[in-house]
Every structure is written in structure tokens, then in C-alpha cells.
């Protein structure tokens, strides 16, 4: 069977812009079966899968025991997951900030930092609405269609994470995770430690370690997605690193590989269709 990649997305309902990214509806089929890395990333992992359950065999923090989802829920996180394919998956991706976790769960992401969970044992009715409406529908613009309405009808009870730590996640987002803390700190008018401290509460990452993560994977869709005559040095400098030798570094902690063994070993990845075909 040859191996067939689809990928498509889509914007959220308006109401849901301010959390919600966009949704990716993907279906990978005829590839070896195996194993899967799930990289530290912006955005909360939250996962609709659509037929086989999502099995993540080796949890970010090793102490939480292997688990099999139909709806993943998952925190911020600084190491990998391993999620076992048997070489078909299909589902959709909904990429929620960390700003939205608050407005849909009714606490912080920090409660979720480093953990997966099945999405009902955050909010039953969510959880079991969006597995099975999502499973009962044949098409991508349905699929999507089932996520606006149960993530909307959620979002309407829910409050946010208030406008000083609003605005520094969007800042280090905005600037792909190369602003330094104090300028920030100074700009809503707290001291850098009042801003770690408040930051680290609501989202289970400091800012310095929420900048590394996403640097990281403004790095990672970099490579990915980038023809291999531009060379992986140029990609350091552009993400903001010192040099090569930073990026390598970064990517054994965060990936538990190096940037080369990432790209020779995953299988394509969640993508937008319109990014460039990934790098040989």
C-alpha cells in the first residue's frame, strides 16, 4: 500500500480566535508501523482521534503511566512523548493556547503541565461530545464544524487568564520566543520575578523556559518544511540561537534527538499543506 499523507485546516468559529489557532484534520495510511514523537510545542496538545484510540506509550514525565485516548488532553511540556501508530492515523488537531485552557477547562494550564489526560476528566460533557461528533462525521468540514459548536458552547461559561499574562504570552509567542523577560516585565509593570512567578502559576512554564519551547518549534517547522540546500546553521541563526551548536543542544533536551535523526526518522508531520514540502 503506498503511503498517503492528508492534511487540512481550518480557522475556529471568531468567539474561539483568541485561544484557538486553527484546527488540522490529518489522515497518514500505508506507513511502517511505529513511533511517533510528540515535541514540546505553543500550543496544548488536544487531540480528537478519529477510529484507533491515540497511544501514547511513553508519557513526558515518566511517571505517568502509558495511555490510550480518544480525546487527549495534555499541558505544556519541555520532553517529548512517544505515541505508538500502526502506520494509519487520522483525527483532528485543535491548537489551543495555553491563554484558552482557563475559558474551556475552568483552570490554569499549569494543572496540566507535563501530563495527558483523556479530555472528559477535565470537562465530562466537552470531552464525550467532542469525541463522538467528531467520530460520527465523514468530512472534514463537519469534523470541523462538531469542534465550533461543542468548543463554543463551552467557551461561553468560561473567564480568561487576565490581560497582564495575556499580553506576555503573546509577546513571546509574537516574537518567536527571542524577547528577553524584562521588557516584558516592564511593559504590564510587574518586577521579572512578579512575572515568573504569576507566569509559571498560570501556565507551568517560566517565561525563559515558555520562550526556549517555542524557539524550538519555530526551529523544528523550520527544518521540516524548509528545501535542504538552505542548511540547518542558517535556520539557527534565523530562530535566534547562537549557532548550530545551540540549535543541536536544544533539540537533544527538548526532542531527545538531534535535529538530522528528527528528520531521517518521523514520519510527516501535522503541517500546514501550503508549508513546503519537509526536507530530504
Not at 478519529?50 to 503511566?65: K, M, N, S
Not at 502506520?87 to 485543535?94: D, H, N, W
Not at 495527558?116 to 470537562?123: F, G, L, P, Y
Request: aromatic share 8%.
Amino acid at each position: 500500500m503506498e503511503a498517503t499523507t492528508e492534511v487540512v485546516t481550518a480557522a475556529p468559529a471568531p468567539v474561539l480566535a483568541a485561544f484557538i489557532d486553527r484546527y488540522v484534520g490529518y489522515r497518514l495510511a500505508g506507513f511502517e508501523p511505529g513511533l511517533h514523537r510528540g515535541l514540546p510545542s505553543r500550543h496544548m496538545t488536544f487531540i480528537v482521534a478519529v477510529g484507533p484510540a491515540i497511544d501514547v506509550v511513553e508519557q513526558t514525565d515518566p511517571r505517568q503511566a502509558p495511555g490510550s485516548y480518544r480525546c487527549v488532553l495534555s499541558g505544556l511540556q519541555a520532553s517529548p512523548a512517544m505515541i505508538a501508530h500502526t502506520g494509519f492515523q487520522e483525527g483532528v488537531a485543535i491548537e489551543l493556547t495555553p491563554l484558552g485552557c482557563r475559558v474551556l477547562f475552568g483552570m490554569p494550564a499549569s494543572e496540566l503541565w507535563d501530563m495527558s489526560i483523556e479530555c472528559s476528566q477535565a470537562r465530562r460533557t466537552l470531552g464525550d461530545q467532542l469525541a463522538d461528533a467528531v467520530q460520527s462525521q465523514q468530512d472534514w468540514p463537519s469534523r470541523f464544524a462538531a469542534c465550533d459548536r461543542a468548543l463554543t458552547a463551552a467557551a461561553r461559561t468560561g473567564t480568561g487568564s487576565g490581560p497582564e499574562l495575556t499580553w506576555a504570552w503573546r509577546a513571546l509567542v509574537h516574537t518567536g520566543g527571542t524577547c528577553s523577560i524584562n521588557p516584558i516585565a516592564d511593559r504590564i509593570g510587574w518586577s521579572r520575578q512578579h512575572l515568573t512567578r504569576k507566569f509559571t502559576a498560570e501556565f507551568g512554564a517560566s517565561p525563559k523556559l515558555a520562550a526556549r519551547i517555542i524557539r524550538f518549534e519555530r526551529a523544528k517547522r523550520m527544518l521540516a518544511g524548509t528545501p535542504s540546500y538552505i542548511s540547518i546553521a542558517q535556520i539557527a541563526t534565523t530562530c535566534g540561537y547562537y549557532d548550530q551548536a545551540h540549535l543541536n543542544r536544544d533539540f537533544a533536551e527538548l526532542a531527545g534527538v538531534s535535529p538530522t535523526t528528527w528528520l531521517a526518522e518521523e514520519i510527516p508531520s501535522v503541517q500546514d499543506p501550503n508549508d513546503p514540502p519537509a526536507r530530504g
